[in-house]
């Protein structure tokens, strides 16, 4: 098999279900999709093609994923989310960049949102910057073509040709399964969110190399299969602190890590107040 697309579904079938949809209009062949769910609403009727596995629980994104890892086949493998929308020639082109040079271990697609609009779904490595310009953070939107958020995400830049980068979205990632068996799965401490900025520094910390491809694209509707924003909001900047934690320079006596513990504690704050006031 050359590809094992995993699909983890929360909360989000009719998304699900479209997403299966644009994969098996690709009319490409050489697949296999699996569904591991998190809900506990009854699934609607599959395709015969999927394979579904259940969970008794929402176990995380990473730890989901891990379950359909373990049991795909795949030479490649493409986690997906389920709100997401695959061009037809998604997996020939995939097909011909990975073949294209071993040394690839990980590569993520150029990401619209559903209105066209381009997402920052690639980036270089966390650094102090990174608090003040996420993805999605007021000085980003304010000011997306300045240097400082060119710096960080190469997206913004993106020419027509395949970029070297630090990580790409979980959205869509596309993994060598061979990179997977030297460095590891995911990181199932991280519930969601930085699990794959965390796949990509193990990846590159052995060798392997991480892409940007502005040739291959998905639409994703971001956010779509997310119920609780407060909640979302707290894991974002848990994992955020566990990422810290684990690759970040931690500082005499810990102190950085204590000022990275202060800031994304304040930031969390300011964005659930932010989140309750919009309500």
């Not at 094992?4 to 062949?29: D, K, M, Q």
């Not at 980036?123 to 960080?152: A, C, D, H």
């Not at 910390?205 to 509707?221: F, R, S």
Request: net charge neutral.
């Amino acid at each position: 098999m050359k590809f094992s697309v995993l699909i983890v579904n929360y909360a989000s079938w009719p998304f699900t279900l479209r997403c299966i949809e644009s994969l098996h209009a690709t009319g490409y062949g050489n697949f296999e999709t699996v569904v591991i769910d998190n809900d506990s609403v009854e699934p609607p009727e599959l395709p015969p093609s999927v394979r579904l596995i259940r969970n008794k629980e929402n176990v995380g994104f990473a730890r989901a994923h891990n379950k359909g890892i373990a049991a795909s086949t795949g030479d490649l493998v493409v986690l997906i989310n389920p709100d997401t929308l695959v061009e037809r020639d998604f997996f020939e082109r995939l097909d011909e960049f990975f073949e294209d040079d071993t040394r690839i271990g990980i590569a993520g697609p150029r990401i619209l949102d559903s209105d066209g609009e381009l997402q920052l779904s690639a980036r270089r490595e966390i650094n102090v910057l990174s608090g003040l310009l996420g993805r999605t953070s007021l000085l980003t939107r304010l000011f997306p073509k300045s240097s400082l958020v060119k710096s960080q995400f190469p997206v913004v830049t993106e020419g027509s040709n395949p970029t070297p980068v630090d990580w790409v979205s979980g959205a869509c990632m596309v993994i060598r399964r061979d990179t997977l068996r030297d460095v590891g799965p995911l990181d199932a401490r991280f519930f969601m969110y930085f699990e794959d900025a965390d796949l990509c520094h193990r990846a590159r910390g052995a060798g392997w190399l991480v892409y940007y491809l502005p040739d291959v694209e998905i639409i994703h509707q971001t956010g779509a299969s997310s119920r609780s924003r407060p909640k979302s909001i707290w894991r974002l900047h848990k994992s955020a602190f566990l990422y810290h934690r684990k690759h970040g320079d931690h500082g005499p006596f810990g102190l950085y890590s204590a000022m990275v513990l202060a800031g994304l504690t304040l930031r969390a704050l300011t964005k659930l107040g932010m989140s309750l006031f919009a309500r």
